[in-house]
């Protein structure tokens, strides 16, 4: 055990118990840590300040300084407060949006935030209850607020809560904002927080702005009369404990779906998330229950959302009827597809139109849409960055879609993230045009296969909780940029990417700049094979992730598995290459 860590951390332990900011609770479990025989608890509780990042907080809940508390939640509002009032001299009318999702000490940590930022003068527009992250998007942009915050962790496990700060546009911050509030929320001490509320400067919301984000979501639909034809698609849904058990059915009803059946056990909500080991769409085992139903009524699809409704999962039947879960790129592919394809049918494209997807998602977006004539962009793993491209371009060109590998899709522009609830609706359009043509949603994915070629996509995560693997995280990347690798699945490497230097080097040693807005610190590799190896550390989790395009042959809907299978035996070989 490092003893001078253990030193440090027991004096910030003994900084807490002499303070009289925090409360008598709070102070009796710093206690228990102080005096327990393990300390590695107190250490992954005090070791570090949870760091207020580029999207702001996220962390287990509990006391400490490397916890979610309301504390360290106040420290991060008093923070941001002061970068607002900064950034808007003199202006008397600044608001903010507050939200919150279904996690457990959700309701108390929107309030403190709200309290926070009234105190500091500012209007707060305060959900009366647990909204989806999307929704509080296009608050602040309906409202013209100045800036926003969301409690929620996402699609992280049960122990997690989370802060999403967001700016006027309703994106996450980005430069120069980002590092402005981080460095105001550096310098907040304790004693600076403002706890006492200005009550007159809360306003709660609530049923207008649903109603007005139901409306705005109906702008994703692309063609109403296929969805009159397929009214009855049989739909089951999922919230997974969370904030889209409400907006979800609504909003499939508003755009016409009138055979919507939910999952009751996963209504309920809580925090504990109790049907499902993790609320993440992207673990099978969260579908069951889903499939269970959807299984029992027949449905057409299964779909879910995670429990602040930003990403969803789609479930639709195979080749022989089977459940079949869809990744995330091939979801992000159908809906590039469809959108196209539909809106060029109908006449909706005018020329100036783009899509967006980020660097660590299937190029097969990039073969539809130039295959179609239409702009791709590429960004950074992240909403903000499809925000930025989205602001940049706004008057100049038309944004219809982007979305990203790891479940979240956007497709229209009144909201500024991942948005659930319109893609669920479109992805049920596109299953109900599906089915006008005799068709399912698996059917369609082979079709596209079939036209733009086939890639297998797969994803390791290699989890390092607490300091010791923060430090085997970063040492992975400094190994990895020294000794990369010169062949994988055994085909040359014949580009390497690195977004941390912006460079780019070819097969021969040539380097040229990489164009992107800011650095990241993500390694791609794409073999003569035409594979594609993404690695970059997580922005949220205590991980690295390892994402993997398989480029493989597919001649017909029936060689669908054993290209799979092919390309899943490459990948393990990449896997034992670079020894995860």
């Not at 118990?17 to 025989?37: I, R």
């Not at 109900?432 to 082979?446: E, I, P």
């Amino acid at each position: 055990m490092d003893l001078e860590l253990l030193k440090q951390c027991e004096a910030k332990a003994q900084e807490w118990l002499a303070s009289d900011v925090y409360d008598a609770e709070t102070k009796t479990e710093v206690k228990a840590l102080l005096e327990a025989e393990d300390k590695s608890a107190l250490i992954d509780a005090f070791y570090q300040s949870l760091e207020f990042g580029t999207g702001g907080l996220r962390g287990i809940m509990g006391v400490g300084t490397n916890r979610m508390n309301i504390y360290i939640v106040g420290q991060a509002t008093q923070g941001f407060a002061n970068y607002i009032n900064k950034a808007f001299p003199g202006r008397k009318d600044l608001s903010v949006v507050v939200g919150h999702d279904c996690r457990n000490h959700g309701r108390q940590f929107a309030e403190t935030v709200a309290n926070i930022f009234s105190a500091n003068g500012i209007k707060v527009y305060l959900f009366e209850s647990l909204r989806p992250t999307p929704e509080i998007s296009f608050a602040i942009r309906q409202l013209g607020a100045q800036a926003g915050v969301n409690v929620t962790a996402s699609h992280n496990p049960r122990e997690y809560n989370g802060y999403k700060a967001y700016w006027e546009d309703g994106a996450q911050v980005l430069a120069p904002h980002d590092k402005g509030i981080i460095d105001e929320v550096n310098a907040v001490k304790i004693e600076d927080v403002k706890f006492e509320p200005n009550k007159d400067l809360i306003q709660i919301i609530g049923g207008e702005m649903d109603w007005d984000y139901l409306q705005a979501v109906k702008e994703a639909m692309v063609d109403q009369e296929v969805i009159m034809r397929q009214k009855d698609l049989n739909i089951v849904y999922t919230p997974l404990h969370g904030t889209g058990r409400v907006i979800i059915p609504e909003a499939l009803r508003s755009w016409g779906f009138q055979n919507i059946h939910v999952v009751p056990e996963q209504m309920v909500i809580d925090g504990n998330f109790p049907t499902v080991v993790s609320p993440n769409p992207e673990n099978s085992e969260a579908m069951t229950l889903g499939m269970n139903l959807g299984t029992k009524l027949n449905a057409d699809l299964v779909i879910a959302s995670d429990p602040d409704a930003d990403r969803l999962a789609i479930v639709c039947r195979n080749a022989k009827g089977e459940w079949e879960i869809l990744n995330g790129n091939q979801t992000c592919m159908m809906f590039a597809w469809y959108i196209i394809a539909n809106k060029k049918k109908l006449g909706q494209l005018k020329g100036n139109e783009f899509l967006v997807k980020t660097i660590v998602t299937t190029e097969l977006i990039k073969r539809i849409a130039d295959k179609n004539g239409v702009e791709m962009k590429d960004c950074y793993t992240g909403f903000k960055w499809i925000a930025a491209l989205i602001r940049e371009n706004e008057g100049v060109k038309k944004y219809i879609g982007g979305g990203e590998e790891s479940f979240g899709f956007l497709p229209f522009d009144k909201v500024r993230d991942k948005d659930s609830p319109a893609s669920i609706c479109l992805i049920c359009e596109i299953a109900a045009w599906a089915k006008d043509n005799g068709k399912t949603l698996y059917d369609l994915l082979m079709d596209i296969y079939l036209e733009y070629g086939f890639s297998y996509n797969h994803t390791v995560n290699v989890v390092k909780p607490g300091k010791s693997g923060a430090d085997e995280i970063k040492q992975m990347m400094v190994d990895l940029r020294k000794n990369p690798p010169t062949t994988l699945g055994g085909s040359k490497v014949i580009c390497v990417k690195d977004y941390q230097e912006l460079t780019q080097t070819d097969g021969e040693g040539n380097v040229t700049k990489l164009d992107m807005p800011a650095t990241s610190n993500v390694l791609q590799w794409f073999t003569a094979a035409g594979d594609k190896i993404s690695v970059r550390p997580s922005g949220t989790e205590p991980k690295i992730k390892f994402y993997m395009e398989i480029a493989g042959e597919m001649g017909c809907p029936k060689c669908y598995i054993s290209a799979c299978d092919e390309a899943r035996k490459k990948a393990d070989a990449i896997c034992q290459e670079l020894g995860i």
